[in-house]
């Protein structure tokens, strides 16, 4: 579509040689004309480039960044922000404390990976505990702060006196900047699935708007005649935090009254998906020749169960067996396994439509 510098040149000869300008016929490199039609080649070329970036950027699929941000906001969609993991952490000391320790609001804790949380509320380890718990959110958003249970973490800036040590006790809800890539799959689907006059499609919609939700699932008629229940998934398509729930309830009927998304006269019900905790027992055949250590088959095999659930989660009723069991299998240095179980059983999982997999314990043992 767009010509190389080598072309536009060849043309501008063609030109020259075809309008009968006889007289000018030294082309040789050096020469004046070539010189100067090589200057017009140049700026043709830029010219042409310029025109092959802006339509790249024009088009939802082959856009990035603010440009897609300005291509997706004609059709009225935003990037969704990115949320901070919220939670509590834990501060104390491994002997009762002899004096009140009070530690202020805004303090701040560090991951060993020196990713920050601090403290909402002023707390008080009061003389003789051991330890006390705080409220805390994440400096930055993202999952980044989505720390595991027990996740130690150590004082940063100013260190309190009478700490000596601070862990989490849940911090969760965390949700990266919406992606180029997750934004232009929402924008794609909403152009298939058209909203209509508060169809199933415009409640998937109008819930994936919201900040931390990655998928949603709709219930029509679920109570009787005009009460609709929509079935959100938070970040990393696990069940959403209370507050994902409400803002998502605030944001498509809030009290189911006043401005609204949702049609008049619609009763709009929004709730989280329930976890369904799997959890894997087996014993593993491994190939001794490729020295595979049992604890990164467990990363790995962990990591393709976690993959697979997230896949399936709102797509699949049913958690096949099969499938799980064949992951394993196809791990690097697993020939084989011994008494597969999840949760106990050799069977599938069944799901319902307000339900989630979530991936629990997974024990391996070596035969």
């Known amino acids: 579509m767009f010509k190389t510098f080598a072309e536009i040149l060849q043309a501008l000869f063609d030109y020259i040689i075809n309008t009968g300008t006889r007289k000018i016929t030294d082309f040789n490199p050096g020469s004046l004309v070539r010189t100067i039609l090589e200057a017009v080649a140049a700026v043709i070329e830029d010219c042409?480039?310029?025109?092959?970036?802006?339509?790249?950027?024009?088009?939802?699929?082959?856009?990035?960044?603010?440009?897609?941000?300005?291509?997706?906001?004609?059709y009225g969609m935003q990037r969704k922000p990115g949320t901070k993991s919220e939670g509590t952490i834990a501060a104390g000391r491994d002997s009762p404390a002899p004096f009140s320790c009070r530690i202020p609001a805004g303090t701040l804790f560090q991951s060993e990976g020196g990713v920050e949380v601090v403290t909402l509320e002023a707390a008080v380890l009061n003389t003789g505990e051991l330890s006390v718990e705080i409220p805390a959110q994440a400096v930055n958003v993202?999952?980044?702060?989505?720390?595991?249970?027990?996740?130690?973490?150590?004082?940063?800036?100013?260190?309190i006196t009478g700490i000596e040590w601070a862990k989490v006790v849940r911090m969760e809800g965390g949700e990266d900047t919406e992606s180029d890539d997750d934004l232009k799959a929402r924008f794609l689907e909403r152009m298939r699935n058209p909203g209509t006059s508060g169809n199933i499609a415009d409640y998937v919609q109008w819930a994936r708007e919201v900040a931390g939700v990655t998928a949603a699932h709709v219930v029509p008629i679920w109570d009787g005649p005009g009460t609709v229940k929509v079935i959100v998934l938070g970040p990393d398509k696990k069940p959403p935090s209370a507050s994902i729930v409400q803002s998502v309830q605030d944001y498509i009927a809030p009290n189911n009254k006043g401005e609204r998304k949702a049609p008049i006269g619609a009763t709009v019900t929004v709730v989280g998906a329930a976890a369904v905790v799997i959890n894997i027992e087996t014993t593993v055949l491994l190939d001794n020749?490729?020295?595979?250590?049992?604890?990164?088959?467990?990363e790995n095999f962990t990591a393709a169960v976690e993959d697979y659930l997230n896949k399936m989660a709102?797509?699949?009723?049913?958690?096949?067996?099969?499938?799980?069991?064949?992951?394993?299998?196809?791990?690097?240095?697993?020939?084989?396994?011994?008494?597969?179980?999840?949760?106990?059983?050799?069977?599938?999982?069944?799901?319902?439509?307000?339900?989630?997999?979530?991936?629990?314990?997974?024990?391996?043992?070596?035969?």
């Not at 993202?142 to 100013?158: C, E, S």
């Not at 797509?315 to 999840?342: E, N």
Request: charged share 20%; net charge negative; proline share 1%.
């Open 289 to 298: 020749t490729q020295n595979i250590a049992l604890a990164t088959l467990q």
């Open 314 to 367: 709102f797509q699949a009723d049913v958690l096949r067996y099969s499938r799980v069991s064949s992951l394993l299998l196809d791990q690097a240095g697993v020939i084989d396994y011994i008494d597969f179980t999840i949760n106990g059983e050799t069977a599938n999982i069944s799901l319902s439509a307000d339900e989630v997999a979530v991936l629990g314990e997974v024990k391996l043992y070596v035969a």
């Open 48 to 74: 042409y480039f310029l025109l092959e970036t802006l339509a790249d950027k024009y088009f939802v699929l082959s856009s990035e960044g603010e440009w897609l941000d300005k291509r997706v906001q004609d």
């Open 142 to 159: 993202g999952k980044d702060a989505n720390f595991p249970a027990g996740t130690v973490l150590k004082q940063a800036g100013i260190a």
